[in-house]
């Protein structure tokens, strides 16, 4: 690379003068010119740059971000003052100008979690496997979340989004498995099992009651881990060692040899807080975490009520299923009982059949999760949760788990739970605003089939044309040789084989030749436009295009899916479900396309990310997304229109390449081919002068892309 | 160890010492009954349970020869029954596997069989209903079998693929004998037996097969077998670190997975 010539004054000050908008916004740039000028060409430029860039959010953090990074220049390195600015470029995104400001003053603040970050374990890429860990180890299925401190409400095991008290990854990963450890064992072990926060008001300082029973507690929790789990202890035990966790004072000895007794209970801790009370209290341990004795108990009963309901309408399902159904409604079931089972071992957490009128039951998985789950709660399973809920108290719904309607987006009653969550490239930026988009997945409405016959009428002798051409490309046959069978002899072979008959060698039995159809092993998306401009002939020709390529795809055999995408805003971004791969072109789906309508705006970005998730779910050797549209990617607010829209389209498919998907786009924009190469690349799209050529054209030209 | 591989005909392999096999639900029984009935056995279970060690035990206590096959989806119905070769300038029919055991009055146990081609497994039909006579179309000949013949195949229910099922015609004509992982005081007692491992070190890899088994549908597709657990305590007995043996010897047959390699490998870990 040629080396940078320095900049003058003058150039810098109208660089800054355009980014910031100076006219606008009265920043005051000549200093912060003036200083620029001195520096040497590459930091002016590196400078520039991020300035650029970050005005691109905000004129007022780029100001104030160029003025501090004038102080450090040269004291840090480059790459550390880029992700400072990226790091306040996304606090902006998530919480506004305020934070983004406070990352830009408190620079020493982000130095240090950059550190952090660096030798620290974070949560998002330790939770996959600490979630399959906990899954791993027995007892009630347990989720891992993340929140300020460690502690759990018994059903769900809280983590703090780092773990960075050792400097390197490794260690602060295994301090990480050892506070899951150590919540995992209070479910376990009936910690959670007693209100605690009477028992601690009860003597003169609550917080200092709860602090020792807590420290007491981990007491009794290391012995239960020390021996389910001795490898982990070790760990355990050396971290502790390592971070100069205090030693035990000498009054606490003796409760440590109780409490590390196998079977000693919860209330032998609480006994010892009492007895323990004026002895020195050691500090908490590197990862003992934190207690929350109200929240985890009003957890717990809330579980237990759900629990219990949940297995009384269970077992009146396998009561049913047992007895038969009722000729006439019965309020009564008989009950069904616990037995022990002889031959379960004493560690067992479910050691009972279970028996309905002395017979032994199958019991289903869920049943079994829920069982233990009260065995842990309550150490035993008390008759009235194993009674057959009657007629009146059968509730089905229990059974559905609640879905988001994705209608309900703007009725308030949820928001943005259930969506799923994409990136956007800002190019302005040349960085990703993170989780920018919210978008759902809506199924469209089938509406009568009316227009599904009316095309095939229109098109008649059309669509026997395209089944022919469809025919003859799944028909593509090839002559297999050498085959074990087949329906013709290879010559070739054969005479080989007669030769080596006379060596006195072993004659082949590949010696036919057999047809073979070629299987296609193709998946393909079709993405719909349904924004505001499709409205009128477009639609109805977007349609009849649907219609006439289903019918060719039926015929082919590829699989397929047919999804809409339309927007408004960031916020509100849609994929409507027209067709999954998995759907049968029945007369639901075919209702569906027939009710395609248009809807709001362009966005395609998101659309484009999720359609290509969906079609990496798919098992194919070729993945093909395919865009039907009528112009450039646009949205309500004017920030995406133009550049931005078109730079974070091609950014997708970008991504879908780099995910093995092939993409193609059918326009009918005459414009396209002013962006249309940028976004897919020279050869990967038509464009269509004529509406009225959209139906006959469709299926042609995925012919061509697929042969 | 000798160093000569030794040459057997599996139609005149005996088992002459007993294989270590451990009952658990009366499966001896029903084996030996039907056997004497001449039904033919289906055994349905994930891997690595004991179906095939069972088969083994049964062929020694029935005093017959084991013919194993194992099947693939290249397996033709010739490579079962048998074909025409041709030797110096003259062709000799050589029996198949099947048609072998049948003459000599074998038990064939076909593994996997639902790796097999669908039209391959046809030709067992009527060997296993009441007619038991294997059809030699290419001789022209019907194979009638003798009292002593078993048919027993092995069969894994838990691989969901639609196209890996057992067709109706064919698990219809089976007794059907259910293995599963043995209960934990009896798969301890297996390991230990079969590695020579002490008992607390046996209880330690059983529990962590059933760590492994809890997370099975969780992104584990089976959990760690009876037989991966006898593999690790193989290699701990030989002196290697047991968290080492139980990476080499389960977690890397369970999964390719690297996040669900991370986890398994730190359950084991957590319990060495």
């Known amino acids: 690379m040629a080396a940078r010539t320095p900049l003058a004054y003058e150039a810098i000050l109208a660089e800054l003068d355009h980014c910031l908008e100076v006219e606008f916004t009265f920043l005051h740039s000549e200093s912060l010119a003036a200083s620029i000028a001195g520096l040497p060409a590459d930091a002016q430029h590196f400078l520039l740059d991020w300035t650029r860039r970050a005005a691109a959010t905000s004129t007022n953090l780029a100001f104030e971000f160029a003025q501090r990074a004038l102080t450090i220049l040269g004291k840090i390195e480059l790459e550390v003052i880029a992700s400072w600015c990226l790091h306040a470029m996304d606090n902006y995104d998530r919480s506004g100008l305020h934070a983004a400001m406070l990352v830009i003053r408190d620079l020493d603040g982000f130095l240090v979690q950059g550190h952090q970050r660096a030798t620290g374990s974070l949560f998002e890429s330790s939770v996959s496997v600490l979630n399959h860990f906990v899954q791993g180890l027995d007892g009630r299925q347990l989720k891992v979340e993340r929140d300020e401190t460690a502690w759990t409400n018994g059903e769900v095991l809280y983590l703090p989004g780092i773990m960075a008290h050792f400097d390197n990854p490794e260690d602060n990963f295994q301090l990480y498995k050892a506070h899951v450890a150590q919540l995992w064992a209070q479910t376990r072990c009936g910690t959670l099992n007693i209100e605690l926060a009477p028992r601690f008001a009860a003597l003169p300082d609550p917080a200092h009651a709860q602090a020792l029973f807590h420290r007491l507690e981990v007491l009794r929790l290391n012995a239960f881990i020390a021996h389910e789990l001795p490898g982990l202890y070790r760990t355990m035990h050396h971290l502790s060692k390592t971070l100069g966790d205090a030693p035990l004072p000498a009054e606490w000895h003796e409760a440590e040899q109780a409490l590390g007794t196998p079977g000693v209970g919860v209330e032998a801790t609480l006994d010892w807080m009492v007895r323990l009370y004026d002895a020195p209290l050691p500090a908490p341990l590197c990862y003992q975490g934190k207690l929350r004795p109200e929240a985890t108990w009003a957890a717990r009963q809330e579980r237990l009520a759900r629990d219990r309901d949940w297995l009384r309408q269970m077992l009146r399902v396998l009561a049913d299923e047992i007895l038969g159904e009722p000729e006439s409604p019965r309020e009564t079931l008989p009950a069904f009982e616990l037995k022990e089972r002889e031959e379960a071992s004493g560690e067992e957490l479910l050691p009972f059949e279970i028996t309905l009128q002395d017979a032994p039951v199958p019991v289903p998985e869920a049943v079994r999760g829920r069982l233990t789950s009260v065995i842990l709660d309550l150490g035993e399973i008390p008759p009235e949760y194993l009674v057959p809920a009657g007629d009146s108290e059968y509730d089905p719904d229990l059974f559905k788990k609640k879905e988001n309607d994705g209608q309900d987006v703007w009725s308030g009653t949820y928001h943005e739970e259930g969506a799923f969550f994409y990136n956007e490239w800002d190019h302005a930026r040349q960085a990703y605003k993170k989780d920018w988009c919210v978008l759902r997945e809506i199924e469209v409405e089938p509406a009568d089939t009316n227009f599904h016959h009316a095309t095939l009428e229109k098109y008649t002798g059309y669509v026997r044309s395209l089944r022919r051409t469809f025919e003859i490309l799944r028909g593509q046959d090839r002559l297999l040789k050498r085959q074990r069978h087949g329906d013709d002899i290879d010559i070739d072979a054969l005479v080989e084989a007669w030769g080596d008959i006379h060596q006195g060698l072993e004659m082949s039995d590949r010696v036919f030749t057999r047809q073979h159809r070629e299987e296609r092993n193709i998946a393909v998306m079709f993405m719909v436009d349904m924004s505001g401009s499709t409205r009128g002939w477009i639609n109805e020709a977007e349609r009849e295009a649907l219609i006439l390529l289903a019918e060719s795809l039926e015929t082919l055999g590829d699989r397929y899916a047919v999804y809409g995408f339309s927007g408004w805003t960031r916020k509100r971004c849609d994929a409507y479900r027209i067709k999954d791969f998995d759907e049968l072109w029945n007369d639901t789906v075919i209702g569906r396309v027939c009710n395609i309508r248009p809807k709001d705006y362009t966005r395609m970005g998101a659309p484009i990310r999720h359609l290509v998730r969906k079609l990496g779910e798919v098992e194919a050797r070729a993945k093909l997304l395919v865009t039907l549209s009528d112009g450039k990617p646009d949205d309500y607010d004017l920030e995406y229109r133009g550049k931005y829209g078109i730079e974070d389209t091609r950014q997708a498919l970008f991504e879908a390449r780099s995910e093995g998907v092939h993409t193609y786009c059918i326009t009918i924009d005459r414009e396209g081919p002013d962006y249309l190469p940028r976004m897919y690349g020279a050869a990967n799209y038509t464009v269509l002068d004529d509406i009225a050529q959209l139906p006959l054209k469709v299926s042609d030209i995925y012919r061509r892309i697929t042969s | ?272």
């Open chain 2, 1 to 272: 160890m000798s160093k000569q591989a030794r040459v057997l005909r599996p139609e005149a392999h005996y088992i002459t010492e007993e294989p270590y096999y451990e009952p658990v639900d009366g499966e001896i029984t029903v084996f030996e009954t039907a056997w004497r009935h001449g039904l033919p056995v289906l055994l349905k279970g994930p891997t690595g349970c004991g179906k095939t060690r069972f088969m083994e035990h049964m062929a020694w206590r029935l005093e017959r020869p084991l013919i194993t096959v194992s099947c693939h989806d290249d397996l033709t119905a010739s490579d079962l029954v048998g074909r025409f070769l041709v030797r110096s300038g003259e062709t000799v029919w050589v029996d198949g596997p099947l048609a072998a055991a049948v003459r000599s009055g074998a038990i064939c146990y076909l593994d996997e069989v639902v790796e097999a081609r669908k039209d391959t497994t046809v030709v067992i039909h009527p060997l296993a209903d009441d007619r038991r006579e294997l059809p030699m179309e290419k001789l022209g000949e019907l194979l009638q079998a003798p009292s002593e013949f078993c048919l027993a195949m092995s069969y894994n229910p838990g691989y969901q693929s639609v196209l890996k099922e057992l067709k109706q015609s064919t698990r219809q004509r089976f007794v059907a004998l259910e293995f599963d992982y043995p209960s934990a005081e009896l798969e301890a007692r297996i390991i230990e037996r079969e590695s020579g491992v002490d008992r607390g070190l046996a209880d330690r890899l059983v529990k962590f097969a059933h760590m492994t088994r809890n997370l099975k549908g969780q992104g584990l597709d089976e959990g760690a077998s009876t037989r991966l657990l006898v593999h690790a305590a193989k290699l701990i007995a030989g002196g290697v670190e047991p968290v080492v043996a139980c990476r080499a010897a389960v977690s890397q047959a369970l999964t390719d997975e690297p996040d669900m390699l991370v986890a398994v490998n730190e359950l084991s870990s957590s319990l060495f």
